[in-house]
């Protein structure tokens, strides 16, 4: 390890060495006034053009000089003037240049407007009424139609492959990563462009050495909407019993931004979505925690693979308040408090099979649910940011209550269970940052969190007697279970900045005090109560330490750029449970080094390569040694030390682009190897499943390889868009004391074009194609075939003055080796008409015009099918009126 860093500091400074030069001059006209927007060429002695730039308003220009080559020239151009050039032969002096007017006659031409992107250092502008269409209403509808920017149904927003860090409104973070309702909500004609912001540093101070790979997007509101609220209100009715409610404003000036919203419906949209996190995992991963996670459910089959319009049954509404007021240019204070109620309707049957040597275990099971889960959301943000100190504190408070009723059929045998829980979520992240005389900068970091979710689960009458009760019957079972954590991380470093160069030190510690309390009980038909067995309670204590120190070093040249991490840690763990007699401690040194370069093949293409290693040890939820029911027909426990893993990566990827041509390309590859010190025994039934974690050492290994291209076509105003992924994955399960190696494959394509047809007419279709190919390479090999297509258009028009048309349909077509083809064909109807003056929209659409309400699905892992029947809402029928302020 020691040679490795020495190596990777050897190639760090060997990149320092190289030196880079610039070109500087001015341009001027006859009279000296100097000319704007010249184009200026680096030529070699055979023509190739080395570097470009265009003079700013003031005439100057700047090229850089990345060799010494002989016969260097620089030659400038402009429309209405003759073309000058200059031979170089001291790359030190200026090079001004004077052009002289050239009259052209120009011959008549037809002007067609034409889509456009600028470019200025790391920011790519796209104009919002080059690609925006007349039935787009908010800003959302638009950026899905810009080539290099993809967004998921999710509303996760990816550019070039890379998924943005946030989305700013005119400069100012009002959202962090919860933007969907920015997306949704702002009036696609209140923003003049779309900005993808590269390498974007937020913090003031670090953008002169800025080593972000961050990406984010920016929505430049124009000046005369900043002057006003804006916003809509929005009421429909509909069959069978539907309704559907919205109420938005928003304010975009300088010194106030806020966007408030209500809304609710019981058509199948889930409000959820609007404060939805994107980067949340993110988060855990630099804070190198996680946060504990429910344990019992009510084992329902989850959602089928459809969009929410068109499976979700509920009834939903939401309060999103997202306030952020500016003291000045440098300080400000961001509210966010949202307040989400659901209930919702699962109602499916489904067939499981997991194919084991000699063995097939199969089970049928039939569920009804009702699930009410609700979201109390508070964040509080105090942000200064200045040239010389940043401080950044992000209060949160999240109350998350959850009921559940369901019946169930499991296998012919009925019962009924309930599921509450209730988990409170408190954290606090304070940051300072401060620029010292010498250009150093201290940072002072601190992160606490609580969390407390106690869980209740009861399934009445009992199941299984004849495991759980010696073969007689019983009333039922009731699981009691607490999961009090928390958690904080603290640390302070320094940044020692020198040119190009840049050093940063680290020391801190992190702890994590964790508890896991349970009891299973068996109700008697009498009502008396006791444990299910003495294995059926945990008192479990847990306590991590963790004290580190880091060095990381830094180098950004104009060609290539790297960094070399080197985190050393100690890390101590106890935990014990008198009541199973586990009293274990744990002391571990790690030293986990990563390495990241990138290197810029030409001005909008660059290669980039990652390694990087790892030793991750387990969480409390791998060390419960007594029984915990997690679901009616699962029961999980362990009887193996700390899980230990460690994981080597390594992946690379190219990244290419013509802005001015709007091409974009992106292909990536990485690879992982885990080594796993146990691995989860289970032992299945046609009934039950019962889990245990055994001392075994196994692998993990994946690999996986993604292209995706992006285009405008100009002549067509289209953008077309296509991409390809592969993930090959070895691993091994540990079923009914059989060890089964597994090799699982996905394969998947896509494809997509929106287009406008005419003045009056757009149109999009998407295609996505996916192939699963699953085998359990022991004895005679178990393998299975998956392969779904997937189809989307729509066709949107006007036909009268003010009167517009939608049009959408879906087509799904599934198909398994051992089952019966699935094909589903969705459509959906919309018409809209304009009020211009009173500025309402009124608006009549009909969803599921088949009245599809049976959906049928399939799902394949490396060992196991499922084949499941969803209840889905049919035909629904609305009539709506907008009114836009």
């Not at 499991?410 to 408190?426: E, M, P, R, W």
């Not at 050093?503 to 508890?515: D, L, T």
Request: a positive charge; proline letters at 3%; aromatic letters at 10%.
């Amino acid at each position: 390890m020691r040679r490795l860093f020495l190596l990777s500091c050897c190639i760090l400074f060997a990149w320092s060495a190289f030196a880079q030069q610039s070109i500087n001059g001015k341009v001027t006209d006859t009279k000296g006034k100097a000319i704007e927007s010249v184009s200026i060429n680096l030529k070699d002695s055979d023509g190739n053009i080395l570097s470009f730039t265009r003079t700013n308003a003031s005439g100057t220009y700047k090229l850089s000089l990345k060799s010494q080559n002989k016969g260097l020239r620089v030659e400038a151009s402009s429309l209405g003037y003759k073309k000058a050039g200059v031979e170089i032969t001291d790359p030190g002096k200026t090079y001004d240049l004077v052009l002289e007017d050239n009259a052209i006659d120009l011959a008549p031409v037809t002007v067609k407007n034409r889509a456009a992107l600028s470019v200025s250092g790391d920011t790519l502008n796209y104009k919002t009424s080059d690609f925006a269409d007349k039935q787009d209403r908010t800003i959302g509808d638009v950026i899905k139609r810009m080539p290099g920017i993809e967004v998921a149904e999710s509303g996760k927003i990816s550019y070039n492959g890379q998924a943005i860090s946030k989305l700013y409104v005119d400069g100012d973070n009002l959202l962090d990563d919860k933007y969907n309702i920015a997306t949704k909500s702002i009036p696609q004609d209140a923003v003049d462009k779309v900005q993808v912001i590269q390498n974007d540093q937020p913090i003031k101070m670090m953008r002169k050495n800025n080593m972000s790979e961050d990406v984010a997007l920016n929505l430049v509101i124009k000046d005369d909407a900043k002057m006003k609220v804006m916003g809509d209100a929005m009421a429909g009715a509909g069959t069978p019993d539907k309704f559907d409610g919205n109420v938005s404003a928003m304010l975009f000036n300088k010194e106030l931004k806020f966007v408030n919203n209500l809304k609710g419906n019981n058509i199948g949209m889930d409000p959820g979505m609007d404060v939805m996190g994107h980067n949340m995992a993110d988060m855990m991963r630099r804070l190198e925690t996680s946060k504990p996670a429910n344990l019992l459910s009510t084992g329902a089959a989850g959602v089928p693979t459809l969009p929410q319009n068109r499976s979700l049954l509920n009834a939903a509404g939401l309060i999103n308040l997202n306030n952020l007021y500016k003291f000045n240019s440098d300080l400000q204070l961001r509210a966010n408090v949202s307040y989400l109620y659901d209930e919702r309707v699962q109602q499916y049957n489904k067939l499981s099979e997991i194919y084991l040597p000699g063995q097939t275990v199969r089970y049928t099971e039939l569920q009804d649910n009702l699930l009410n889960p609700q979201k109390l959301q508070t964040q509080l943000n105090l942000n200064e940011n200045t040239e010389l100190h940043y401080l950044n504190n992000n209060f949160k408070a999240d109350y998350l209550p959850s009921q559940a009723t369901s019946y169930i059929l499991l296998n012919g045998a009925g019962a009924n269970q309930s599921l509450n829980q209730k988990t409170f979520d408190i954290s606090n992240e304070f940051n300072y940052r401060k620029k010292l005389k010498s250009e150093n900068v201290l940072n002072l970091y601190s992160f606490l969190n609580r969390i407390s979710q106690p869980e209740i689960l009861s399934i009445t009458p009992g199941l299984n007697a004849d495991i759980n009760n010696s073969g007689i019957s019983y009333a039922g079972l009731d699981q009691y279970l607490k999961q009090p954590s928390w958690f904080t991380n603290n640390y302070a470093s320094m940044a020692f900045v020198k040119n190009q160069f840049s050093q940063i030190y680290k020391a801190g510690f992190s702890v994590q005090q964790q508890e896991i309390n349970s009891e299973l009980y068996r109700i008697q038909n009498n009502g008396a109560k006791e444990l299910l067995s003495s294995n059926a309670v945990n008192d479990l204590n847990w306590f991590r330490t963790r004290f580190y120190t880091e060095g990381t070093y830094e180098l950004k040249k104009t060609k290539i750029q790297g960094s070399l991490s080197l985190p050393l840690s100690y890390n101590l763990i106890s935990y014990q449970d008198a009541g199973t007699k586990l009293d274990k401690s744990i002391r571990r040194l790690f030293l986990t080094p990563s390495l990241n370069i990138k290197y810029q093949t030409g001005i909008e293409t660059y290669l980039t390569m990652n390694y990087g290693f790892r030793n991750d040890l387990g969480g409390i939820n791998d060390i419960y040694r007594g029984t915990i029911l997690r679901n009616y027909r699962s029961f999980y426990a362990n009887n193996s030390p700390l899980s230990e893993v460690q994981t080597h990566s390594i992946g690379g990827s190219f990244n290419f682009r013509k802005a001015m041509q709007m091409l974009f390309f992106n292909l990536t590859g990485n690879y992982s190897d885990a080594a796993l010190n146990t691995i989860s025994s289970v032992s299945l039934t046609d009934n039950i499943q019962q889990s245990v974690a055994l001392p075994l050492s196994n692998h993990i290994r994946t690999y996986s390889l993604s292209a995706s291209a992006s285009k405008y076509l100009f002549d067509l105003s289209s953008t077309v868009n296509a991409g390809v992924s592969f993930n090959h994955s070895t691993f091994d399960q540990l079923q009914n004391n059989q060890l089964i190696p597994l090799i699982s494959e996905m394969t998947s394509y896509r494809g997509g074009i929106e287009s406008k047809l005419a003045k009056f007419m757009t149109g999009s279709y998407n295609l996505s194609y996916s192939v699963s190919n699953n085998k359990a390479t022991i004895g005679n090999d178990i393998k299975n075939n998956y392969q779904q297509l997937r189809q989307q258009s729509t066709l949107s028009f006007t036909t009268f003055k003010n009167v517009y048309v939608n049009l959408s349909g879906e087509h799904l077509y599934t198909q398994q080796s051992t089952q019966p083809d699935l094909q589903y064909l969705f459509a959906d109807m919309n018409l809209k008409y304009k009020l211009v003056k009173m500025k309402t929209d009124l608006e009549f659409g009909i969803t599921n015009l088949a009245n599809i309400k049976t959906f049928d699905a399939l799902n394949l892992s490396a060992n196991s099918f499922t084949s499941g029947s969803y209840r889905i809402p049919g035909r629904i029928a609305m009539l709506k009126a907008r009114f836009n302020f």
